[in-house]
């Protein structure tokens, strides 16, 4: 028995520890075979090429995920884009296409002290408003930025000095050719640094003026509050509007302010109007720019009906031949606000179609390149100006406005077009 039992207790532990090694292989099994589940899920999947179909390419599926999270950023990018600064700059080159044309001076063939006298008078105010537009962008823009100076030297400022050097060179040659000027490379330079070749690229220096200046330019917008804007604002109105009206209506030109106390530096396009761009932008928010709006247009209008009025005046009784722009000038500075405020209450902080986002970006990337081109056109190439006279040469007077605005609009698009040609090739889009 105890033989029989000693087996029976061996075999029975021998089966125990067959049973335990058996238990033991299979949760070796499971665990392992869980493992390799989890390194499975855990390991990039291989990429399997698919074809595009929309491109007709072939792509990887991490290729294929990558471009559709590109393309729904650039969605959000394009449905976040402030569209009314593409506005700003299609009215901004529109306004002075203008000044550049007839239109410009239609009031002076109206009769003095008329409806029509004061209306095309507040257009031509407008009109003059156009390239301040464009500095009250570039501050809206430009001044929140943080960059070295090297950046700004190589990216901007050698940008605009070759903008205005081939554009110089250009108008140069096209003088040469018509006999108007001779071969000098000094004359060239000298006309370079001294003064512009064509009349509307003036505007150029001006803004290389303003790139020159933005390291201080930045810190002292981005560190001024917003009472310190009101003021300087405040004080442009009374300094450039309301105290040349007192010199001339109280004081008859006899008594001006003491030049020692002029502060034109700071009144001037380098500084006040991208700070006045920058604070409507960056700091104004829109439901206290739609309750401002109002007040400055009433404003607005109140002072160019006083400009009307006193070019009226001194064109009649005073001096039949006076510089007009003497009183247009005085309402730019409030008519180019009262201009940014409307672009940014219709149009700021709203969503818009892709299509219409395309579109209107499309044309305002073309607006540089119409404002360099476009004296060529009026003054360079005589084939315009042979059809306009040819069409609109016998309307005379205020009926003038029809053909003036239709001829600009066909200065537009004889622009836009060369431009749009040009800024297709990829690296003259970034420079023109």
């Not at 009215?91 to 044309?101: G, K, P, R, Y």
């Not at 739609?290 to 009784?317: E, F, Q």
């Not at 219409?356 to 005589?382: E, N």
Request: proline share 4%; with cysteine.
């Amino acid at each position: 028995m105890s033989d029989r039992h000693q087996e029976n207790s061996h075999k029975k532990g021998t089966h125990s520890e067959n049973m335990g090694k058996q238990v033991l292989h299979r949760e070796h099994s499971h665990k392992e075979k869980v493992h390799k589940e989890e390194i499975h899920r855990e390991s990039p999947k291989k990429d399997h090429p698919e074809m595009d179909i929309v491109n007709n390419e072939v792509m990887t599926g991490t290729e294929k995920a990558a471009k559709k999270s590109k393309k729904k950023k650039s969605a959000r990018s394009e449905g976040n884009r402030e569209i009314y600064f593409d506005v700003l700059r299609i009215a901004a080159i529109v306004l002075v296409l203008f000044s550049h044309t007839e239109g410009y001076e239609l009031y002076g063939q109206c009769e003095t002290g008329s409806f029509l006298y004061g209306l095309y008078m507040m257009f031509s105010i407008a009109a003059l408003c156009g390239p301040l537009i464009f500095f009250m962008i570039s501050g809206s823009l430009l001044l929140p930025k943080e960059e070295p100076l090297s950046v700004l030297w190589k990216k901007r400022i050698f940008r605009i000095f070759s903008v205005l050097f081939v554009f110089t060179l250009l108008y140069y040659i096209s003088d040469i050719m018509a006999g108007r000027d001779e071969i000098n490379v000094f004359t060239f330079l000298g006309d370079l640094y001294a003064k512009e070749r064509v009349e509307p690229l003036w505007y150029m220096y001006a803004y290389l003026g303003i790139l020159i200046c933005l390291p201080f330019l930045r810190p002292m917008a981005q560190n001024m509050k917003d009472r310190d804007f009101i003021y300087l604002l405040s004080m442009a109105v009374i300094l450039k509007v309301i105290l040349p009206e007192i010199e001339e209506k109280i004081f008859l030109g006899r008594f001006s302010l003491n030049s020692s106390f002029h502060i034109e530096w700071i009144l001037v396009s380098t500084v006040l109007y991208p700070l006045a761009g920058y604070y409507i932008h960056n700091r104004l928010k829109r439901e206290h720019a739609i309750k401002l709006l109002p007040i400055v247009w009433v404003v607005n209008i109140i002072v160019m009906i006083v400009i009307a009025c006193n070019t009226a005046y001194y064109t009649t009784y005073v001096e039949s031949v006076k510089v007009y722009t003497n009183y247009l000038s005085w309402g730019t500075y409030i008519n180019t606000i009262a201009i940014f405020l409307t672009a940014k209450v219709l149009f700021g902080g709203k969503a818009h179609s892709d299509k219409t986002v395309k579109v209107l970006s499309s044309i305002a990337g073309c607006t540089f390149g119409i404002y360099l081109i476009h004296p060529a056109v009026l003054d360079r190439i005589t084939f315009f100006g042979k059809v306009k006279d040819a069409i609109f040469g016998s309307v005379e007077g205020p009926a003038m406005i029809g053909p003036e605005l239709l001829w600009i609009t066909v200065l537009f698009v004889v622009c836009f077009i060369p431009t749009w040609l040009i800024r297709r090739i990829p690296f003259m889009r970034k420079w023109l």
